[in-house]
């Protein structure tokens, strides 16, 4: 078993930042793909990011490509995502992700076994 705990959400303006972070316990991420996702009120829950085991292979959504960098450190059993210049349509509650799987399959939610509880991002204009 896994256990997520995503921290770092809040209220920001139009164009700040944010740093997610998600604390794993229970077992070490260094043997699992990570990801985020994110669900807005109405909306299905579609995928961010993506960062293999190994962190040598990474995947974003095309809505967040340039302005978001998820990143892993193994040590510390923690993974990241640093948004920049966010906007209103990236409020939503984020949730981590652990998978055994690799690959493209990464962006998909069924890959992932363990979810954290989310963190609510909400954006102003």
């Known amino acids: ?34 990801g985020w996702f994110r669900q807005a009120p109405g909306k299905e829950r579609e995928f961010v990011a993506a960062i293999s085991w190994s962190g040598d292979s990474i995947y974003y959504a095309d809505s967040v490509k340039g302005r978001c960098t998820i990143s892993k450190d193994n040590a510390k059993n923690t993974v990241y995502l640093q948004m920049n210049n966010l906007k209103p349509e990236d409020t939503a509650v984020y949730y ?3 998978s055994l ?5 990464t962006q998909l939610a069924s890959a ?13 204009s």
Do not use: F, H, N, P
């Open 1 to 34: 078993q896994v256990q997520l705990v995503e921290s770092g959400g809040g209220l920001v303006q139009t164009g700040d930042s944010l740093r997610l972070s998600c604390a794993a316990s229970g077992r070490t991420i260094s043997r699992y793909s990570m």
């Open 96 to 98: 981590c992700a652990a």
């Open 112 to 124: 992932y076994a363990y979810w954290g509880q989310g963190t609510q991002v909400t954006v102003s």
């Open 101 to 105: 799987s690799y690959g493209y399959q």
